[in-house]
C-alpha cells in the first residue's frame, strides 16, 4: 500500500529509534572493545534525539496512522517522554557495573533501544495486533538481555523460566483477543468499544475471552498470582537488566492496561473490575508478606513491584477518569524510585562484589552519609511516608477507591503497605545503626552521583509539590481516552 507522508507523522519517533538503532548495531560490529564508549555514546544519543522529536512533534490532539491502527496523543507522548529519562538513566547508571564484568557490549545498549521501541508501539497501539506486536518486541528483547551474562548459571535459568513463562501469557493473551474478534467482528479498539457498547450476540464468550486477556495483562504487569518470574528473573538477571525490567516497561504496562481495559473494553467495567480486585488484593498480600522474608535486596524489591503493581491496579479498577490518572501518576513516581533504588544498589557493587544482600547495606551511612541519605528517601517513598512522593501517589489511588464506594477495599490495602513498611524501614535500620561490614569507599563517578542526587531531589520534590504532575497525567487521560 502507498501511505500518504502526512499520516507517517504520528511515528516519526518511532521510525527515528528503529533506524539509529539499527545503525548503532551495524557499527557496533566495526568497533573493537576499546571503542565500545562510541556505542554507549550514541545510544545516549539517540535517546535524546528521540525525545526531541517527540516534544517537536507532539501536539495536544489526537491523530492516527494506518487507518487508525497506531495512536499519538498526549498520554502516548507523556509516557514516552518519560521512557526516554527512564532509559538515559538507566544506561547511566549501569556503565560502572558493565564496564566491571565485560558486559559493556553493543548488544546491551541495541537490545535496550530495541526494547524501546517495542514500548513504544505498546503505548501507541490502537488496534489489537499492533498491541501484540509491541509486546513481543518488548518481550523478546527482555529474555536476551535477561540471558546476556552467558557465563551465568543463574542468568540462563531466569531467562528460560522468564521466556517459557512468557510464551504461555502470550498464548493466553492471543486466546483472549481471538475470542474477542469472534463475539464482535472487530480488532481495532474504537470498534470494539461501540460494537461492546450496543451489545453483542455471544456475552459468555467475551466474558470468558476476558478473563484470557487480564492473565495476560497480570503477567505482563507482574501481578498476583501470575508473578512467579519476577522474584526468579530480578535476582538471576545481572543488575542493569533487573534495573531496566523493573523500570521502564512498567510504562508500556500501564498503557497496555489503559489501551486494553479503560478503552477497547470499557463497556465491560463491571465484569473487569472485580478480576482486578482479586489480583490488586493478592498482589498486595503475596508482594508485602513474602518480601519480609528476603535477604537477597533485588528479591525484596521483587516482590515490592509485586505490591505496587497492586496498588497501581486500584486505580485502574476505579474505572473513573480520576482513578486512571492516580495510576498514571502512580506508576511514573513507581519508576523514578525504581531508578533510584537500584541506581544505589548499582553504586554499591564493585567487581567481585554484586552488593545484593541486605547485609552489604550495614553502616552506609559510617560510609557515605549523602548515598544513605538518598536511599531513605528512596525507601520511604517507596513505603509511602511523607512527604516523599510515594505517600501521595498511594493517597490518590486510595481516593479514587474510596469515591467508588469500596470503602473496605482502601482499609485492607492501607492495613497490607503497613505490612510492606517492615521491610523497607529495615534497610534504612542497616544503614543508619548497623556498623559496617564493607569498608570500600562509596564514590562514584561525576554525571552518576549528580543523576542520583537529581533522582532523590525528584522524589522529594514530588512529595511536597505533586500538583503540576498530577494535573498533567489528569490531563493525559482526560483528552485521550
Aim: include cysteine; aromatic fraction near 12%.
Amino acid at each position: 500500500m502507498d501511505f500518504p507522508v502526512v499520516e507517517l507523522s504520528p511515528l516519526y519517533p518511532e521510525i527515528l529509534l528503529l533506524i539509529l538503532a539499527s545503525g548503532i548495531l551495524l557499527l557496533d560490529v566495526l568497533l573493537g572493545d576499546e571503542r565500545r564508549f562510541i556505542t554507549y555514546v550514541l545510544a545516549l544519543l539517540t535517546l535524546l534525539a528521540c525525545g526531541a522529536l517527540t516534544v517537536f512533534t507532539g501536539e495536544f490532539r489526537t491523530t492516527y496512522a494506518f487507518g487508525g491502527m497506531f495512536v499519538d496523543d498526549v498520554l502516548a507522548d507523556a509516557l514516552k517522554f518519560v521512557a526516554y529519562i527512564s532509559v538515559f538513566v538507566v544506561l547511566v547508571y549501569s556503565r560502572a557495573y558493565l564496564i566491571g564484568r565485560n558486559l559493556f557490549q553493543g548488544e546491551f545498549f541495541v537490545l535496550v533501544l530495541f526494547a524501546l521501541l517495542g514500548m513504544m508501539v505498546m503505548i501507541s497501539a490502537h488496534h489489537f495486533l499492533v498491541l501484540y506486536l509491541g509486546l513481543e518486541i518488548l518481550s523478546l528483547s527482555l529474555y536476551a538481555l535477561v540471558a546476556l551474562h552467558r557465563d551465568s548459571a543463574v542468568a540462563t535459568e531466569a531467562a528460560m523460566k522468564y521466556f517459557v513463562l512468557g510464551a504461555l501469557a502470550s498464548g493466553m493473551l492471543l486466546y483472549g483477543i481471538s475470542m474477542l474478534y469472534g463475539a464482535t467482528g472487530a480488532l481495532d479498539i474504537e470498534t470494539m468499544a461501540r460494537t461492546l457498547r450496543e451489545g453483542v450476540e455471544a456475552p459468555m464468550v467475551v466474558v470468558l475471552g476476558l478473563v484470557f486477556v487480564v492473565a495476560g495483562l497480570a503477567f505482563k504487569l507482574g501481578a498476583a498470582p501470575f508473578h512467579m518470574w519476577v522474584p526468579d528473573v530480578y535476582q538471576g538477571a545481572p543488575t542493569p537488566v533487573t534495573l531496566f525490567i523493573g523500570t521502564a516497561p512498567k510504562l508500556a504496562s500501564f498503557a497496555f492496561a489503559m489501551r486494553l481495559l479503560a478503552e477497547a473494553l470499557q463497556p465491560l467495567l463491571a465484569d473487569w473490575r472485580d478480576m482486578l480486585m482479586i489480583l490488586a488484593i493478592l498482589s498486595m498480600l503475596v508482594g508485602n508478606v513474602a518480601a519480609i522474608a528476603q535477604t537477597n535486596i533485588k528479591r525484596m524489591l521483587a516482590y515490592s513491584a509485586i505490591a505496587h503493581m497492586g496498588f497501581m491496579l486500584l486505580g485502574i479498577l476505579s474505572g473513573t477518569i480520576n482513578g486512571y490518572s492516580s495510576a498514571m501518576f502512580y506508576v511514573l513516581t513507581y519508576v523514578a524510585m525504581g531508578l533510584g533504588s537500584f541506581g544505589i544498589i548499582l553504586l554499591l557493587a564493585r567487581e567481585g562484589f554484586e552488593a545484593e544482600n541486605l547485609e552489604d547495606f550495614k553502616g552506609l551511612n559510617a560510609r557515605n552519609p549523602w548515598y544513605a541519605f538518598l536511599m531513605l528517601l528512596f525507601m520511604f517513598s517507596l513505603a509511602g511516608i511523607p512527604p516523599t512522593v510515594g505517600f501521595y501517589a498511594k493517597l490518590s489511588v486510595l481516593e479514587a477507591v474510596v469515591k467508588i464506594g469500596h470503602t473496605w477495599l482502601a482499609v485492607v490495602a492501607v492495613l497490607l503497605s503497613l505490612v510492606g513498611a517492615f521491610y523497607y524501614l529495615r534497610i534504612v535500620k542497616l544503614m543508619y545503626f548497623d556498623a559496617p561490614v564493607d569498608q570500600a569507599p562509596v564514590a562514584p563517578q561525576a554525571d552518576v552521583g549528580l543523576l542520583l542526587s537529581a533522582n532523590g531531589a525528584a522524589i522529594l520534590l514530588l512529595g511536597i509539590f505533586p500538583q503540576p504532575l498530577m494535573a498533567l497525567c489528569a490531563h493525559a487521560v482526560l483528552v485521550s481516552l
